[in-house]
């Protein structure tokens, strides 16, 4: 046995902020009730300002709006979670203890943070199929602790850290949370979306059963990039800058539906590619599919 004689103060702080962020995503999720019929809850409108009303504002029973914080500290741990790596590699401390941490978190944060906040944020597809949705959730946290483990065993010192075999964690949970985030503007009182309580509807019933193939696509073979290091690490050109920070200031003014649908479209893209290299150009990949 290796006694561990010393730990980097903070890379480890970043990754515990990803712990903490999960944890209480999970908290929040929580105080969501079991739904006692399938309709539609509704929310009055959150006023983001720096007064101390705004954390008022987050009733402890207000369904939506614990669904729709548990999501944003989704998001807030997945910039801990891209951090944490960053700063241990500029410091150059680096270490096995790091990597097993920055796993053991994810597990919470990535796997039963998000399959819990499925639950909660779709009451009319968890009273109609209280059994199915918790079978959902369950399969998703097994795919998303495995889908880390084999990360662990597979990565090495010498991966160039540019793509990924299966969708990351993060990338999966970021699904989930931005369903959430998207439920919250649908059911907020005078939302601007017409039909907006059929769409949620509709919605109910699709997410869940999407969430299951995300968790396939996790522990699937299929490639995905790795978008922090492709988008920002290096050198780019100035278009690649005007455009990152055009479809940034997009996220950020219209995040209730555009965060969602670029969560979705980056968890597709990576079967659509795989199929169109597979089928029309006929370019064999040196793995299985599983």
């Not at 219209?254 to 979705?264: A, E, K, N, T, Y």
Request: charged share 15%.
């Amino acid at each position: 046995m290796h006694r561990l004689r010393a730990v980097s103060v903070l890379p480890t702080l970043f990754t515990l902020g990803n712990l903490i962020c999960g944890f209480f995503a999970i908290v929040a999720a929580s105080r969501v009730e079991a739904p006692t019929s399938a309709d539609i809850p509704t929310t009055s409108a959150v006023h983001v300002t720096v007064s101390p009303n705004f954390f008022k504002d987050l009733k402890k029973e207000d369904p939506v709006h614990n669904c729709m914080l548990a999501g944003w500290l989704i998001f807030l741990a997945m910039i801990f979670d891209a951090l944490d790596g960053h700063v241990a590699r500029l410091a150059k401390t680096t270490s096995d203890f790091g990597a097993e941490l920055d796993s053991l978190c994810d597990v919470v944060t990535f796997g039963v943070a998000p399959a819990f906040l499925l639950v909660k944020m779709c009451p009319g597809f968890t009273f109609n199929h209280s059994q199915m949705i918790w079978i959902i959730a369950a399969a998703y946290a097994c795919c998303a602790a495995l889908r880390l483990a084999r990360f662990n065993v597979e990565t090495d010192d010498e991966d160039d850290h540019l793509n990924f075999s299966g969708l990351p964690s993060p990338a999966a949970a970021s699904v989930v949370a931005g369903f959430a985030i998207l439920f919250y503007t649908l059911r907020r009182e005078n939302n601007e979306f017409m039909y907006a309580a059929t769409i949620d509807g509709i919605l109910q019933q699709i997410v869940p059963y999407f969430t299951l193939i995300v968790a396939l696509l996790m522990v699937s073979r299929v490639p995905y990039p790795h978008l922090m290091n492709q988008l920002f690490r290096g050198q780019k050109s100035f278009a690649h800058v005007v455009g990152v920070l055009f479809a940034l200031a997009a996220v950020m003014v219209f995040r209730g539906v555009v965060l969602p649908i670029v969560c979705v479209s980056f968890a597709l893209s990576g079967p659509v590619r795989y199929l169109w290299q597979e089928v029309f150009q006929h370019k064999p990949h040196d793995e299985p599919l599983f």
